[in-house]
């Protein structure tokens, strides 16, 4: 006969398990995940790379990576989620915590790759080197063309004291008394 100590280490609490329902369920949010990850990674590669939005290419382009990358994660997720539940101790938010942890590490991979090769504007001290909506420089310019500016080289000095080197600008050159 058994002892009362040997039935009770026998006894074990029910084990939890991952079925392939809560696995598809996973994939599902991961997939959701990634679907808004992808949106916003290539609304942002719209800008950086100048996608025409003509005849709804840009547009285009957003929703077909953001399905793609749904897809990606939807894969992901459920690939995740099964190796999840083969582990030792498959329970559901450790399976959900490590498939979105797995797509948001994919999808900000992807935006680093995207913002590095993105082709951006120079900037100097936070702003764009030239300002598009008057005829001459930012205020803010290098100190090379401070230097220039000083020595009394070509090109013509604007009110805010930067040297203006585009031909046609509205400023007087220096020496002279008609515009350039």
Request: net charge positive; glycine share 12%.
């Amino acid at each position: 006969m058994k002892s009362s100590l040997q039935c009770r280490m026998h006894i074990s609490a029910p084990e939890e398990s991952m079925s392939w329902p809560v696995s598809i369920f996973i994939a599902i949010l991961s997939g959701a995940l990634g679907l808004v990850c992808a949106a916003l990674i290539s609304q942002l590669c719209v800008g950086w790379y100048r996608i025409s939005s003509f005849e709804g290419g840009s547009g285009y382009f957003v929703v077909f990576t953001a399905l793609l990358g749904g897809l990606a994660a939807l894969a992901i997720g459920l690939v995740v989620a099964r190796l999840m539940a083969a582990g030792a101790a498959p329970v559901f938010l450790k399976g959900l915590g490590a498939a979105l942890g797995a797509v948001l590490v994919i999808a900000l991979v992807a935006l680093a790759i995207c913002r590095l090769f993105a082709d951006l504007a120079p900037k100097l001290d936070g702003l764009a080197r030239w300002n598009s909506k008057s005829k001459c420089a930012a205020r803010e310019v290098l100190p090379f063309r401070r230097w220039m500016n000083t020595a009394r080289w070509r090109g013509c000095t604007c009110p805010a004291g930067a040297a203006c080197l585009l031909p046609g600008c509205g400023w007087t050159r220096q020496g002279s008394s008609t515009a350039g």
